[in-house]
C-alpha cells in the first residue's frame, strides 16, 4: 500500500482553467504539506496542516487554495491556472510538525500550463 | 525563506568512491534532516540529527553537524550506482514564528557511475 499518494500524476492543462490535486496518507499522521519543485529542483513549502487545521501558509498566490476534508486527505485547488504555475507538487505527511518528525512524501504530481 | 544550500551543485564519482555533500545554513536550528530524490520521485528520509549532536550513522551513510559553524556533511561510502540521486539538506528555523515550516536546499546531484 501507498503511504502517501497523489493523483493525478502528470497534469496538462491551458492557461485559465481551474484544476485540483488529491493527497491521502494511510499513515495515521496529523500533519499535511504541499510543496512545490521548481524546474531548478528548489524544493518550497505551500502549506501545512495539522489536525484539519491551517498551520503555515507561505506567500503563495491566492488562486493556490488548500482544502482538508479530514486528517488523511489534503487537497490542492489552483483557480485560473497560469505559466508560471508549471512545476512538480509534492504532498508529504508526517506524525507532527517541525524538524522532529520525518516527512513522508508522495510521488508527486507534474503540472504542465500551456 | 530558505535556509540550507548545499555543496557542490553537482557531484560525479565512479562506484566504490565516497561522495561527501556540504549542507550551511543560516539561523539556529532544532534538527537538521537530510533526504535523497531519485530522479521522477518523492523524497525520502535518509537521517535526521539533533542539534546537540555532532555525528550519526546509518549503514553507509554518515552525518555530522557543526552548529557553530551552522553546517552539516553528508558521507556516502562505498557508493552504488543506485545512489545516484539529489541530495537536500531541510532544517526548520528553530521557533515557532516560522510555524515549524521544514525549509529544503537546492540539493546536490550525485552522479555515480560503474
Known amino acids: 500500500d501507498t503511504a502517501v499518494s497523489q493523483t493525478p500524476k502528470y497534469l496538462v492543462t491551458q492557461m485559465g482553467n481551474d484544476k485540483s490535486i488529491k493527497c491521502e496518507q494511510n499513515?495515521?499522521?496529523?500533519?499535511m504539506y504541499w510543496y512545490k519543485q521548481d524546474s531548478k529542483k528548489f524544493l518550497k513549502i505551500m502549506f501545512s496542516?495539522?489536525?484539519?487545521?491551517?498551520?503555515i501558509n507561505e506567500t503563495v498566490p491566492n488562486r493556490f487554495s488548500p482544502k482538508s476534508p479530514d486528517k488523511a486527505h489534503l487537497n490542492l485547488h489552483i483557480n485560473s491556472l497560469e505559466l508560471g504555475d508549471s512545476a512538480v507538487y509534492f504532498c508529504?505527511?508526517?506524525?507532527?510538525?517541525?524538524?522532529?518528525?520525518?516527512?513522508?512524501f508522495g510521488p508527486g504530481t507534474r503540472l504542465t500550463v500551456t | 525563506s530558505q535556509q540550507g544550500e548545499e555543496d557542490p551543485q553537482a557531484l560525479s564519482i565512479q562506484e566504490g568512491e565516497n561522495a561527501t555533500m556540504n549542507c550551511s545554513y543560516k539561523?539556529?536550528?532544532?534538527?537538521l534532516q537530510w533526504y535523497r530524490q531519485n530522479s521522477g520521485r518523492g523524497l525520502v528520509h535518509l537521517i535526521l540529527?539533533?542539534?546537540?549532536?555532532r555525528e550519526k550513522h546509518s549503514g553507509r551513510l554518515r552525518v555530522t553537524l557543526d552548529t557553530s559553524k551552522k553546517s552539516s556533511s553528508l558521507l556516502i561510502t562505498a557508493s552504488r550506482a543506485a545512489d545516484t540521486a539529489s541530495y537536500f539538506c531541510?532544517?526548520?528555523?528553530?521557533?515557532?514564528?516560522?510555524?515549524?515550516?521544514?525549509?529544503f536546499g537546492k540539493g546536490t546531484s550525485l552522479l555515480v557511475t560503474p
Open positions: 540529527i539533533r542539534s546537540n549532536e
Open positions: 539561523t539556529s536550528i532544532n534538527n
Open positions: 499513515l495515521g499522521h496529523d500533519t
Open positions: 508529504a505527511s508526517s506524525p507532527g510538525t517541525g524538524s522532529n518528525y520525518e516527512q513522508y
Open positions: 531541510a532544517t526548520d528555523a528553530g521557533d515557532s514564528n516560522s510555524g515549524y515550516a521544514l525549509n
Open positions: 496542516y495539522n489536525n484539519k487545521e491551517l498551520i
